[in-house]
């Protein structure tokens, strides 16, 4: 561990590996992780093209996989309902993990932490995970019945 607390965000529908993985990696990097979770209003203007899980069953999802995890006591879920949330003003934050595909948004948050005379959070990346077919795994193909949460192909 080399951070005191470490950001994490995103909307976690369909709980699925990817989200697994980058949840992971914020504990292997964080004594604390502060998992920023959207709410349904934010998730609606996010305009994704499917239905997504109410907040409180998706916290709950989060909730069970952590304590899986064994570190549910070092997670603290904040609703989010702007993409920087609490990562743009808080002192305390030392870190972010996100996917390749959330890369910019964690350098938009560092922009706004300088102005606000704060430092900028290290940035920790990871790959999206993969389904079978090499195609990442994301909620909007488990929506349509492409993949399954591990990534597994369902239809061919």
Known sequence: MMFKVVAVG????????????????AFK???????GLCTDDFAKKLRKNHEIAPYESR???IKKFLKELGVYERAKIIPLSDPY?????????EAIVVSRETEAR???INAVRMKNGLKPL???VIDMVPAEDNIPISTTR???GEIDREGKLLRK
Do not use: C, Q
């Open 29 to 35: 990097y964080g004594e604390n992780v502060w998992i």
């Open 122 to 124: 290290e940035i920790i």
């Open 85 to 93: 949330g609490p990562a743009a003003t808080s002192p305390e934050m």
């Open 106 to 108: 964690a350098r938009e």
């Open 142 to 144: 488990i929506r349509r």
């Open 59 to 61: 916290a709950d999802e």
């Open 10 to 25: 995103g909307t976690f529908d369909e709980l699925h590996r990817g989200h697994k993985v980058l949840l992971t990696t």
